[in-house]
């Protein structure tokens, strides 16, 4: 059993590994949802809410910018939904009753029509609004629903006019008011209309009008807002601000500028990245075999210089373990949740703006997902090892003598990753001479090291 | 110098009516930015501007909950979070912390800091990019958001007490299948997705896209049906505090009903219909253009804070040696600082041991020494002096070109994509493979060093066999 504070620790810090992973498989799962669906033939789920709240499109309309719908306008929306809804399952219910022939289905159209009549009536009652031309818009697109069209009933519709919105066609189910031809009947039966499907009917969908326009209008003044930062370094603005913070350091009183916080995070994260790099170093040097004495001195003076650097380092973490703990603490009202991401190395970028990233093909999206995974996932890993090696390791070194299946778990989570075991046996010396431990390196010799003796 | 008196000449020049202009479109490209009249009475260090400059700070130095779905903590609360908040940033002015909490003066103190945030970089920009409607599948291109967004956790079972080893040894096991799934879940996705934009070929506006994107087209099929559409890009620059907003994770998160901004910041993803999203991206707008504007006019502002700065009492030096005491914000600085010095030390001991040993065995050995080979000692001790100077410089300084950051609208094209700033996937996949390398050779690194440590205690152990599983 693992002490009780080296359980808590354990535990905490896996168990939190667990959630991140659980809650990315959450969000996974609900995008493959979405989009499984959206594969599939589209339904028509829910009520089409014909165009109108979405601004101003029209010329008939006074140039006011962002044209608020009015209460009025949502109300008389909320009406026609309504009706349309109601269209529906009349007419659901009138076609599962009746036959699909003409006759029939031009009754039931006409049928279902006298709802929806009397829906856009009230519609164009209660009069205008303001800048919007609400009203007219969804009767106009429900008169477009029912255009007929052979075999191409969405292409007509969107060739009726840019105020075509797509999922007028995945409503083309929906039978509108206003039947103008005999066509109409059949085409608009529900169950005859072939369900919308994005594998052959999706090159057909075209984002409504007020949207792309905003979209666009978006993607232009980042671009702008982008443009506009390289030009902060020689500007006089950009003098004027150095000039400013000299100025509030000087006012302070204060001797040097303090070590906020983060700096003093980035400035460990960088000195962590020396340690690797120097261990790294060390590992070369050691390695490598000296052929005559001027590779033999090289070595030594970059050890000894090695060595000199990494004092000089772990002065400076000292330092700045000072600068921190001499910050008086209190108690803290609110959490905050302040970790510093570890530089990205962006710095020539100060901000970012919206890009793309351009794949070519399936393979290599999903390539690059998968890297993207395995990044964290290896990140995570090596955090994990760095805490279970503090954790652990003097744990199994304090013991006297070690236990055996401590040793044994404790090498397949630090050396393994977990996945593999190794055995022990006891020797027994019946069986073989025991062998006698040798007075060189034990590093060279000791079993443990795969690949070495 | 004539250029400065020439452009000091223009601001003044410019006339009384810009400096108002140049605060109202401040104010509209800041979140809950107050009018030009507080601005006004700050300078004068009028009592009723403080509480509203208040909240700005604790708007613009705090998470990011999803547009005030929680409730704001009181003025008291959000005044002492902003002072421990600008403290960790380093503010050094003491005025501030010494300000009274509830909110009845400190104005002009407050003005000077919400400057000093504008100084030390772009933060309108950066809090509109906080708050992007993003509209594409956006993926990120590193991994800084995911590794730092986790933001407080609600304490899951906590391990009362000892647990076996065997425990941990689960808990491993289970995280192993838990990326399995992760893994396999995300390549189905990745093969929808490039379906869908396949089957939208063609639909855009947009030229550069080309086809739509998950959400999109999801409001077409559903307009009135709530998708969540995130915001948001965390944005990252080193040595400028992140305010930790909501990370995008967005390629993971079309779509989470009910999570809304709830889980602590993690994600800001807001339930809206295809209306809804409009009025979004219009205020949006209307806040990057006034972001455009306060670039194109902010000389004015700093002239003008130039003379606040003036208004101020000098601070009496005797208040600097009273350090007030303040909450200290958490983070994780301590701990890692612990991690780095154990791991420094460790390392310091090897070097230590193996630089003795070398110089043992030069000091026996017979060549080199002597004053005739005294020129060529000293030009390999410049050579090693030389090579550890680049070592250092590999640290300390950036990393030379920016490497890519953020997230980024996937878009499928074979060809180059007019104009405009854009990535290739099969960059994206060569840095991410580099990355991979490194991480796994600092793995093995690791596990190299817990081998050697294991094996000097299992030496210690005389009359064992120990079995290595089979190697890789």
Known sequence: ?453 | MGRRRRLAGAVAEAGAGALPKVITALSQSLPAGPSPEIFRRAKFDRPEAAPALWQLLFRLLSPQSADGTSASPALEAQACWVKAALRSQGYPRLVLAQLPEDGSRGSRELLLALSWLLARGPLPERLLAQAHVQLGDEMPVCECEALASPGPRAPHVEAEGPVDIRCVQWLMGRLRFRWRCLITSQQEQCALLSKIHLYTRGCHSDQRLGHLSVAETEMLRDPEGGQQVRAGARVLAPGWACTPGPGPRSFWNDVRPGRGGADGGRSCAQLCSAFQLLRRLERENVGLEAALEWRRGELVFWRWMDTVLGACPPEAPAAATQPTVLPRIAGRGLGQLELAARELRALQEELCEASERRRAAWAVGGQGRGPQWRSARQALQKAVEQELAALRRAWEQDRGPARPHGPHRLVRREDEAPGGQYLRAAEVIQALRNQEACLEAALHRLQGQCRQELARLAGALPGLIWILPPGR
Not at chain 1, 37 to 42: K, N
Not at chain 1, 111 to 116: E, I, K, N, R, V
Not at chain 1, 118 to 141: I, N, V
């Open chain 1, 1 to 453: 059993m693992l002490p009780s504070g080296c359980s808590r620790r354990l535990v905490a810090e896996l168990q939190g590994a667990l959630d991140d992973c659980a809650e990315r498989q959450l969000q996974l799962e609900q995008s493959l949802r979405v989009s499984r669906r959206l594969l599939r033939a589209w339904e028509p789920a829910g009520i089409l809410a014909p165009e109108p709240p979405l601004g101003p499109e029209t010329k008939e309309e006074d140039p006011s910018p962002a044209c608020t719908p009015s209460p009025q306008d949502l109300k008389e929306l909320e009406l026609l939904t309504q009706a349309l809804e109601k269209a529906v399952r009349v007419r659901k219910v009138i076609s599962k009753a009746g036959e699909r022939d003409k006759a029939p289905s031009l009754k039931s159209g006409s049928f279902a029509t006298s709802p929806g009549m009397t829906a856009s009536a009230p519609t164009r009652a209660p009069g205008q609004a303001g800048s919007c031309t609400s009203e007219a818009k969804p009767t106009r697109g429900i008169h477009q629903t029912t255009v007929p069209a052979k075999g191409h009933p969405e292409r007509r519709l969107l060739s009726a006019g840019n105020r075509a919105r797509v999922g007028v066609e995945a409503r083309a189910t929906r039978p509108g008011p206003g039947l103008r031809d005999q066509h109409v009947g059949p085409s608009a039966a529900p169950q005859a209309l072939e369900a919308f499907t994005l594998k052959e009917k999706g090159r057909l969908l075209q984002l409504p009008a007020a949207f792309r326009k905003a979209a666009s209008q978006n993607s232009r003044l980042w671009a702008q807002l982008r443009s506009a930062q390289p030009r902060d370094s020689t500007d006089a603005a950009a003098a004027a601000k150095t000039q400013f913070l000299q100025k509030m350091q000087t006012a302070s009183g204060r001797p040097g500028p303090v070590l906020s916080a983060v700096e003093v995070e980035a400035e460990v994260g960088r000195l962590q990245e020396a340690c690797s790099l120097l261990s790294l170093r060390m590992k070369e040097e050691l390695s490598a075999a000296p052929t005559d004495w001027t590779q033999e001195y090289h070595c030594l003076l970059t050890l000894e210089g090695l060595q000199a650097v990494t004092g000089q380092c772990l002065h400076r973490l000292q330092e700045l373990h000072a600068a921190l703990a001499e910050q008086p603490v209190g108690p803290c009202p609110m959490e905050r949740p302040s970790r510093t991401p570890p530089p990205c190395g962006g710095a020539a970028d100060p901000f970012w703006s919206p890009q793309l990233l351009l794949y070519s093909s399936t393979q290599e999206l999903q390539t690059l997902a998968a890297l993207r995974l395995r990044v964290a996932m290896l990140d995570q890993q090596v955090h994990l090892e760095k805490v279970l090696m503090a954790e652990l390791l003097p744990l199994v070194s304090s013991q006297e003598p070690p236990s055996l299946a401590l040793c044994r778990a404790v090498h397949s989570l630090l050396c393994e990753g977990g996945e593999r075991f190794l055995t022990i046996l006891h020797d027994d010396p019946a069986d073989s001479p025991p062998p006698s431990p040798r007075p060189q390196d034990p590093v060279r010799e000791s079993p443990l090291l795969p690949g070495r003796s």
